[in-house]
């Protein structure tokens, strides 16, 4: 037990080095754009990328050849003093992970200015065929890029921040199939803002509110969705009791994306479907240490059970 302590706190030692070093510095100031700006770099609203009841979001090209997506926040119940305090949150949190926040515009419309994705979703090169399907090694980092931002949000964010939506429509890639998350806005649940903002820093060893649970979960389901290609838009019911059958290691091969063909590595798919696993069970825990459960499931990406990799291989010929 003292060696599993001792591991861990020299992990989380080597990840406060890398998100220290994936920080900008020093970081950016935020621009303010006015209203103006972000209509003619929207062409006039007419670039749309998403469009809900809650917000929209447009393609912007500014003057100076900058290319960003700007949001635009629909909530109509939060003052001027509310908005600028959530930009500020929104803007100190730096990962290469997270959609950056570059700016913001205030008045009788409010705008959020992000920094452009240009690959899209992630749902996007999952589901459509029109797309070059993504291949192992890139599936992979996907992965570790979003369980490196969850970790990062839950231990060096002061206050953890627990309110995040983590899909694969909220998945966003670069040009370079970097993965960051673009959903961590507080407006849309502005009774848990102010939970979040008064949590205690002990939160983020040991968590007992259901949002942490959630973005858990959320992890195991996107996992899921890469290693097997299909949709978790009804909460993953199919997913989550596949992979909760005490016999589903049999059907690995099957639930396997066809896009992936036989160019995966066995040991690496069966180290991630032990994360997931640990994600899913997650939200039946009356506790949950967030570390313990992408640690252990890295570890066992390390220590696979020999019957299960063997199956894999079989199966494969």
């Known amino acids: 037990m003292g060696t599993e302590n001792l591991v861990l706190k020299i992990r989380l030692l080597l990840l406060a080095l890398f998100h220290l070093r994936s920080q900008p510095s020093p ?7 006015s209203y103006k700006d972000i209509k003619k770099a929207t062409d006039g609203f007419r670039r749309v990328v998403d469009n809900s009841s809650q917000e929209a979001s447009y393609k912007a090209m500014f003057q100076n050849g900058c290319v960003a997506t700007v949001r635009q926040v629909k ?13 500020r949150f929104l803007a100190r949190l730096h990962h290469r992970h997270i959609v950056a926040l570059y700016g913001f515009s205030t008045g009788s419309k ?5 920094e452009n994705m240009g690959r899209g979703s992630l749902k996007e090169h999952l589901s459509d065929p029109l797309k070059t399907p993504l291949n192992w090694r890139i599936r992979l980092q996907i992965a570790i890029g979003i369980a490196a931002a969850v970790e990062y949000l839950h231990f060096f964010c002061d206050p953890p921040i627990y309110h995040v939506s983590i899909s694969s429509r909220t998945i966003m ?6 993965p960051k998350i673009s959903d ?12 979040t903002l008064s ?22 389901l996107v996992i899921l969705e890469l290693i097997t290609g299909q949709s978790s838009d009804k909460g993953g019911v199919d997913l989550v009791q596949w992979v909760q059958q005490p016999r589903f290691p049999k059907s690995i091969n099957k639930m396997i994306d066809p896009d992936l063909g036989n160019n ?3 040991r690496e798919l069966n180290g991630l479907l032990n994360v997931a696993r640990l994600c899913i069970k997650s939200v039946d825990k009356p506790r949950i240490h967030t570390p313990q459960i992408l640690w252990t499931g890295a570890r066992k990406s390390f220590e696979m059970d020999r019957g299960n990799s063997c199956l894999l291989n079989s199966k494969r010929k």
């Open 27 to 33: 970081p950016c100031l935020l621009k303010r754009f």
């Open 75 to 87: 909530l109509l119940d939060e003052d001027d003093d509310s908005f600028f305090r959530e930009v």
């Open 110 to 114: 409010r705008f959020l200015v992000f």
């Open 173 to 178: 890639l670069d040009e370079n199939l970097t």
């Open 184 to 195: 961590i806005s507080l407006f849309s649940a502005a009774r848990d803002r102010v939970n």
């Open 199 to 220: 949590t205690s820093s002990r939160c983020s060893k040991e968590c007992t509110e259901q949002g942490c649970k959630n973005i858990v979960f959320q992890l195991g």
């Open 264 to 266: 995966y590595d066995p």
